[in-house]
């Protein structure tokens, strides 16, 4: 599929535009200037073609921003990968140092440029978009993202420009497996994708809360094909002040929401604190497969039985649901991070995983007999008949004469007797009685 790279400097409106393309609020838009960091990616349809879009962070040099040198990384990179660039300038400014610049960068890419000029909201303001022809890069096309003017013109001549391509694999990724790395801030969880990727494909510095996006990207290797996603670091609600980190923990709560398996990223020196729990907890309630990984193993003091101790003091916290594998590594020097990769895609089997309703019989139905219901007052719980329910998540139907007397402890009961017969590590379980 073609590739679309929007590019300019900081605050000229370029997430605006791309959560227009492909029809979603999936960037966050502020009028902070230097809000978006990484690269975002998504895809556009417009009149029968369909292509990717790529959303990059503005453009800078010289600056006071900590990330401007990671984020040209990251729009050189763009702009190498792409096969149209969509260069967005701003009227009201005119032409800065910085679009000088850029569009210096972009004529000597040799890459078909396609120039938009944001913010002519008014018929005033299309007389101040003229400048822009001094770039030398071709037509200057003036739109309004924030309200959709000239966008259809503008999309018009992106799709005259791209490569001519089919676009039958629009969907192509649509039913991989989703894998999201979640954490609180500054735990290694862009550092773990880059090490995956074997790429800087994330922006990482020792600063709290980089990453303010969740970014998808594709993973094909080591025989394991999944979409890999990271996301921001979640903090307490009180610790949260600007507008922008609450967007950035709703963005990786939505990523929560939408994955098969979580990666739940620790700190090894401070072990599993509160807000861990909490976002352990998000992921058991939305009922998601979850590898917890213990990062910075390499800084702690350790001795022969270190490791089992703290995996033990782990499983305590996380009951009643301790069924989880537990991968120490150290991101840093690359230790086990192929182990994090095994044990995701062996939950995700599990949490895949459709047992035939004859095996349940077979083997849920002697249990039951053997160990039945407590009875209530004076009325015994008879269970005939056990089936899997289509449903992503593991969650099984037990039906019997009187649902409602059945209790809390019994429920838990079967759950563990479902885990010894059956391989269901690193993943929520839900158990139902129903009249049958």
């Given at each position: 599929?073609?590739?679309?790279?929007?590019?300019?400097?900081?605050?000229?409106?370029?997430?605006?535009?791309?959560?227009?393309?492909v029809?979603?609020?999936?960037?966050?838009v502020d009028?902070?200037?230097?809000?978006?960091?990484?690269?975002?990616?998504?895809?556009?349809?417009?009149?029968g073609?369909?292509?990717?879009?790529?959303?990059?962070?503005?453009?800078?040099?010289?600056?006071d921003?900590?990330?401007?040198?990671?984020?040209?990384?990251q729009?050189?990179a763009?702009?190498?990968?792409?096969?149209?660039?969509l260069?967005?300038?701003?009227?009201g400014?005119?032409?800065?140092?910085?679009?000088a610049e850029?569009?210096?960068?972009l004529?000597?890419?040799?890459?078909?440029?396609?120039?938009?000029?944001n913010?002519?909201?008014?018929?005033?303001?299309?007389?101040?978009?003229f400048?822009?022809?001094?770039?030398?890069?071709?037509?200057?096309?003036?739109?309004?993202?924030?309200n959709?003017?000239?966008?259809g013109?503008?999309?018009?001549?992106?799709?005259?420009?791209?490569?001519?391509?089919?676009?039958?694999?629009?969907?192509?990724?649509?039913?991989?497996?989703?894998?999201t790395?979640?954490?609180?801030?500054?735990?290694?969880?862009?550092?773990?994708?880059n090490a995956?990727?074997?790429?800087e494909r994330?922006?990482?510095?020792?600063?709290?809360?980089?990453t303010?996006?969740?970014?998808?990207?594709?993973?094909?290797?080591?025989?394991h094909?999944?979409?890999?996603?990271?996301?921001a670091?979640?903090?307490k609600?009180?610790?949260?002040?600007?507008?922008l980190?609450f967007y950035?923990?709703?963005?990786?709560i939505r990523?929560?929401?939408h994955?098969?398996i979580?990666?739940l990223?620790?700190?090894?020196?401070?072990?599993?604190?509160?807000?861990?729990m909490?976002?352990?907890?998000?992921?058991?309630?939305?009922?998601?497969?979850?590898?917890?990984?213990v990062?910075?193993w390499?800084?702690?003091?350790?001795d022969?039985?270190?490791?089992?101790?703290?995996?033990?003091?782990?499983?305590s916290r996380?009951?009643?649901?301790?069924?989880?594998?537990?991968?120490?590594?150290?991101?840093?020097?690359?230790?086990r991070?192929?182990?994090?990769?095994?044990a995701?895609a062996?939950v995700?089997?599990?949490y895949?995983?459709?047992?035939?309703?004859?095996?349940?019989?077979?083997?849920?139905l002697?249990?039951?007999?053997e160990?039945?219901?407590?009875?209530?007052?004076?009325?015994?719980?008879?269970?005939?008949?056990?089936?899997?329910?289509?449903?992503?998540?593991?969650?099984?139907?037990?039906?019997?004469?009187?649902?409602?007397?059945?209790?809390?402890?019994?429920?838990?009961?079967?759950?563990?007797?479902?885990?010894?017969?059956?391989?269901?590590?690193g993943?929520?379980?839900?158990?139902?009685?129903?009249?049958?």
């Amino acid at each position: 599929m073609s590739l679309v790279a929007i590019v300019g400097r900081p605050n000229v409106g370029k997430s605006t535009l791309f959560n227009r393309l492909v029809g979603m609020r999936q960037a966050i838009v502020d009028e902070t200037a230097g809000v978006t960091r990484d690269r975002h990616y998504g895809k556009c349809e417009w009149c029968g073609t369909v292509f990717s879009v790529v959303d990059t962070g503005g453009y800078t040099s010289n600056s006071d921003d900590v990330f401007e040198g990671e984020i040209r990384k990251q729009v050189l990179a763009a702009i190498e990968e792409a096969d149209l660039i969509l260069f967005m300038t701003e009227a009201g400014t005119g032409i800065t140092d910085y679009d000088a610049e850029i569009a210096d960068i972009l004529r000597r890419s040799g890459k078909p440029v396609v120039l938009a000029v944001n913010k002519v909201d008014t018929g005033a303001k299309m007389y101040d978009s003229f400048q822009f022809y001094s770039l030398g890069l071709g037509e200057v096309w003036s739109i309004s993202s924030a309200n959709g003017g000239g966008t259809g013109d503008l999309l018009d001549e992106i799709v005259r420009k791209l490569p001519d391509e089919s676009s039958e694999d629009m969907d192509e990724h649509q039913e991989l497996p989703r894998i999201t790395i979640v954490g609180r801030p500054n735990v290694g969880k862009s550092s773990l994708t880059n090490a995956l990727l074997g790429s800087e494909r994330n922006i990482v510095t020792p600063v709290a809360g980089t990453t303010r996006d969740s970014i998808a990207t594709y993973y094909n290797k080591f025989g394991h094909e999944f979409m890999l996603v990271d996301t921001a670091g979640m903090r307490k609600k009180s610790k949260v002040h600007e507008d922008l980190e609450f967007y950035s923990v709703m963005r990786s709560i939505r990523a929560i929401e939408h994955s098969d398996i979580c990666i739940l990223m620790i700190d090894a020196q401070t072990g599993l604190e509160a807000q861990d729990m909490s976002i352990f907890n998000l992921i058991v309630r939305n009922q998601k497969g979850c590898v917890i990984v213990v990062n910075k193993w390499d800084l702690v003091e350790k001795d022969s039985n270190t490791m089992k101790r703290y995996e033990e003091a782990l499983k305590s916290r996380l009951a009643p649901f301790s069924d989880v594998p537990i991968i120490f590594t150290s991101v840093l020097r690359k230790q086990r991070i192929l182990d994090v990769l095994n044990a995701a895609a062996d939950v995700y089997g599990n949490y895949s995983r459709k047992i035939p309703t004859s095996q349940l019989n077979e083997e849920m139905l002697p249990v039951v007999g053997e160990y039945p219901p407590p009875a209530w007052k004076g009325k015994y719980v008879k269970i005939k008949f056990v089936t899997q329910l289509p449903t992503r998540s593991p969650k099984f139907a037990f039906f019997c004469n009187l649902p409602q007397y059945v209790k809390e402890p019994y429920r838990r009961f079967i759950e563990n007797k479902m885990r010894e017969k059956f391989d269901f590590k690193g993943c929520p379980m839900q158990i139902f009685f129903r009249q049958k």
